[in-house]
């Protein structure tokens, strides 16, 4: 199966242990973490540490960096080639941006860890199924045919 992982840039080592283990099992994976995976540069949020202020400019003119408009348009385009969606929290708006655009367009997705003590999405219900841990994805990948 093809498989695409969206998180935080926060969770970069489970994203790339959770890779590894898809990998070992024969699936194609996504994994924002890895070079390979991508052809644009890497934009983890301590390259870019300046926070959005409306008082200093506006929503557009901050987002319009080349570098995160190719890598909004590379995640769209695996997205659109992958058969699952794996949502591994916690993670921000653009791990669930990413979760929601696949279920949209009819992906099977899995949830899988717990959002930060606080938080709470009931739209996660969106997904086939939410795990707590990382290997319960492996196995629920073979049960559904992957």
């Known amino acids: 199966m093809n498989v695409y992982i969206s998180s935080s840039w926060k969770n970069r080592e489970a994203v790339r242990s959770m890779a590894l283990a898809l ?15 991508r052809k644009t ?24 960096k080349p570098e995160w408009r190719a890598a909004v348009i590379e995640n769209r385009a695996a997205l659109d080639r992958c058969d699952v969606m794996v949502l591994l929290l916690p993670c921000g708006n653009d791990g669930h941006a990413d979760w929601a655009y696949a279920v949209g367009r009819g992906k099977r997705s899995v949830v899988v860890g717990y959002p930060k003590p606080g938080d709470r999405s009931p739209t996660h219900m969106w997904a086939d199924t939410i795990l707590e841990t990382q290997t319960g994805v492996l196995a629920w990948l073979q049960l559904i045919g992957g």
Request: proline fraction near 18%.
């Open 41 to 64: 540069p890497e934009i983890p949020p301590e390259k870019y540490p300046e926070p959005f202020d409306p008082a200093k400019q506006s929503y557009e003119d901050y987002l319009d």
């Open 23 to 37: 990998k070992t099992q024969g699936h194609t994976v996504y994994d924002f973490t890895d070079p390979t995976c």
